[in-house]
């Protein structure tokens, strides 16, 4: 029963992220900058960004300039995670991508409370709880590193808990 109840808590989960991804909106703040490594990544195999700004002229560059040229001041992590996906649908593409970050972060904290031996009835309360409120539902159609760092610091916990839970002390 296990299998089938997390199965279906994964389709409602898909199904309400993935919706947030389809209502109409801008792409404001950090979000282009993070679009435009991307988009450097794909086109130029680099992240001198002086030509994709140049491009988008009316967009403010976050940038640090460098010897070796025109940087952003954001990480590259993002954009490199997003260059596949933005190539493929562009904006879509990208937002399309972190609604899945987001799914599986909250499949990873599903895991992390099975490992810390939370009920399977509490689980799922606590998981589509998280998954109907903020930060989760409106970061999983934005592009910000939020979502990818959540689902990274839940996955080395996961691991780090399970690791100490089959080791004495």
Request: with cysteine; aromatic share 8%.
């Amino acid at each position: 029963q296990t299998p089938m109840v997390k199965t279906l808590m994964f389709i409602g989960i898909s199904i309400l992220i993935v919706a947030t991804g389809f209502i109409p909106r801008y792409i404001t703040g950090d979000e282009p900058h993070y679009l435009i490594i991307a988009q450097s990544i794909v086109t130029d195999f680099d992240v001198d960004l002086a030509d994709e700004y140049a491009a988008v002229p009316e967009l403010t560059p976050h940038r640090a300039v460098m010897d070796r040229g025109f940087h952003s001041r954001h990480n590259m992590g993002l954009g490199l995670l997003l260059a596949v996906p933005w190539t493929i649908a562009g904006e879509r593409g990208a937002i399309l991508m972190m609604n899945l970050l987001a799914v599986l972060f909250l499949l990873a904290f599903e895991d992390l409370l099975a490992v810390c031996k939370i009920p399977l009835r509490s689980r799922i309360v606590a998981v589509l709880s998280l998954a109907g409120c903020l930060p989760v539902l409106s970061f999983a159609s934005q592009i910000f590193p939020a979502i990818p760092g959540a689902l990274c610091v839940t996955l080395v916990l996961t691991e780090i808990l399970r690791y100490s839970s089959t080791q004495s002390c």
